[in-house]
Structure formats: C-alpha cells, structure tokens
C-alpha cells in the first residue's frame, strides 16, 4: 500500500506547490495566503484522496479482522465444496458450467455445490479422473472448442437441485459475502469477504476480506469505464476467487481462463449501485 498512497499523495502535493508558485508571479498576496489558496481551489479535485487513505487506514489497520487475509490451513483433497456467492448474487448457468470446467477433476474434487442465481442449489459429481482420457482424444486446439464441450456435457448429466436445507453435506463451505461498511465509509471504500469453512469442525480454516477504494476525481477510469472499484486493493489478497486456489492448492484452472463473455464482479456492482442506485 505504502508506495501507491505516496504516489497517490504526492501528485495533488505538487499540484498545489505548482499553483502557489504560479500565483507567487501573478500577485503580491502573502506566501501563506496563496497557499490556502492553492489548497481551497483543489480541494474538490483531491478531498476524496485524503478522506479514503483515511478510513483505509483505519479499516486496513486498526479494524477487525488482523490479519486482512490468513490460511490456518490447506487442503489438497477436499473432495466435495459447497460454494455460496451472495455477491453477484450466485452462479448463472454460464458460471457454473466454468466452475466445472476449472475445478471438479473427480480426484481432488468429485463434488461440487453451487447456490444458483435462482435460489437454488445445484450439485455434480465426478468420482473418477475422465480428463485425461479426454484429452487425449484430442489436439490442443480441438481441445478448447470441441473436447471441453463433450466433457462439459458429460459432468451436467450428474446435475442434481437441492434446496439448502436439503442439499447433501460437503466437506468444506467457501462463502462469498460483501461487507457492508457504515454509509459514509461507502462513499469512498467497498468491502467483500471470502470464507472457507471445515464443516466437519465448523472451524473458518482461511478468510480474505478485501478493502478496494473507488477511483478518485484527479485519476478517472479513463482505461475501461464501468468499474465500481479500482482494482488494486487497499488491502486484503486481490483475487477474490483466486484465493480458493491457494486454500485448495491442487484446484488449478484446468480450462485456464475464469470468465468467458461474463460481467466481472466490477462490473455488476458498478451497474447495482451507480446505474440503478442501489444502496
């Protein structure tokens, strides 16, 4: 954080030595007058800076959880995940297929449960390894287009719909929930939280809670446009999906990508909360 905020901090430093030297040429106003001056004029443009390193220091520093992100634990055969997104909220049928294609290889992974974006909760498995057989039918190109397709099809056969209250017991819960910080706080910072629960224990075995700031008014997104949040976080690990990867080290993307024509997270909360103004 401490190279970005300094970067951050300097430029509207410099702006108001710049303007203050400016005005130093054209006025006989006092030193000290024209650099109150310098300040009242870009404050519009930078308070926001000053006001988000603030509360990020005090939800990065001083608030629970400490640390932002930790690991108690890692699990390279979880064998069945029940996992729970409320943010988006839950997996569309085009999530889940990737979820699929990424994670459940029937060696480490042979049961999946996803909480659909329908209120459901969906379940497959896979209780034998068939992605290398797969794989073998075919060259790497055909692989991606038509072999991925075939072992798609083949693991949605399994597909089976549950309510949570009857859905079968897995051995791990991965949640996903955004945190709502105090209305003032939300003007200038977000906040989500990943879980990962041993539900033989109920103990939390690793958790991410993320602090991501907004774009500020002197640095636009001028790159992409429609993003809630700046993709660097405060603090906390950045990729709140990627960090099931580290929790269960052997459920390496198997497809290699995450997303295929999906919104990303950004974009689905720039849409909730700016377009449509949801509080």
């Known amino acids: 954080m401490?190279?970005?905020?300094?970067?951050?901090?300097?430029?509207?430093?410099?702006?108001?030595?710049?303007?203050?030297?400016?005005?130093?040429?054209k006025s006989k106003v006092g030193y000290g007058k024209k650099l109150i001056i310098s300040i009242l004029f870009l404050l519009p443009f930078n308070y926001d800076i000053i006001i988000t390193n603030i509360l990020g220091t005090y939800y990065c520093?001083?608030?629970?959880?400490?640390?932002?992100?930790?690991?108690?634990?890692k699990v390279e055969y979880p064998i069945s995940i029940y996992w729970e997104d409320n943010v988006y909220p839950g997996f569309s049928q085009?999530?889940?297929?990737?979820?699929?294609?990424?994670?459940?290889?029937?060696?480490?992974?042979?049961?999946?449960?996803?909480?659909?974006?329908?209120?459901?909760?969906?379940?497959?498995?896979?209780?034998?390894?068939?992605?290398?057989?797969?794989?073998?039918?075919?060259?790497?190109k055909e692989w991606y287009t038509k072999g991925i397709e075939e072992y798609k099809k083949i693991v949605l056969q399994t597909q089976k719909i549950y309510t949570k209250q009857t859905m079968p017991?897995?051995?791990?819960?991965?949640?996903?929930?955004?945190v709502k910080l105090p209305s003032f706080a939300r003007k200038f910072l977000y906040s989500d939280e990943t879980k990962v629960i041993e539900n033989s224990?109920?103990?939390?075995?690793?958790?991410?809670r993320r602090i991501m700031h907004f774009?500020?008014?002197?640095?636009?997104?001028?790159?992409?446009?429609?993003?809630?949040?700046?993709?660097?976080?405060?603090?906390?690990?950045?990729?709140?999906?990627?960090?099931?990867?580290?929790?269960?080290?052997e459920l390496k993307y198997m497809y290699g990508g995450e997303v295929m024509n999906k919104k990303s997270l950004n974009e689905v909360?720039?849409?909730r909360y700016i377009k449509k103004g949801e509080k």
């Open 94 to 140: 085009q999530d889940r297929e990737l979820m699929i294609i990424n994670y459940l290889d029937g060696v480490h992974l042979k049961t999946m449960a996803l909480n659909g974006d329908d209120g459901k909760i969906y379940l497959y498995h896979l209780d034998k390894p068939i992605l290398k057989s797969f794989k073998a039918k075919y060259s790497t």
């Open 61 to 73: 520093k001083i608030a629970p959880p400490h640390p932002k992100t930790k690991i108690e634990k």
């Open 169 to 178: 017991k897995t051995n791990y819960t991965v949640t996903f929930n955004e």
């Open 269 to 271: 909360l720039y849409n």
């Open 201 to 208: 224990t109920n103990n939390m075995i690793a958790y991410n």
């Open 215 to 249: 774009f500020y008014n002197i640095f636009p997104d001028f790159e992409l446009g429609d993003r809630y949040y700046d993709p660097y976080p405060v603090c906390g690990y950045r990729f709140y999906r990627g960090f099931d990867e580290k929790v269960f080290p």
């Open 2 to 25: 401490g190279l970005g905020i300094f970067s951050i901090f300097i430029v509207p430093v410099l702006a108001v030595v710049i303007l203050t030297i400016f005005l130093d040429k």
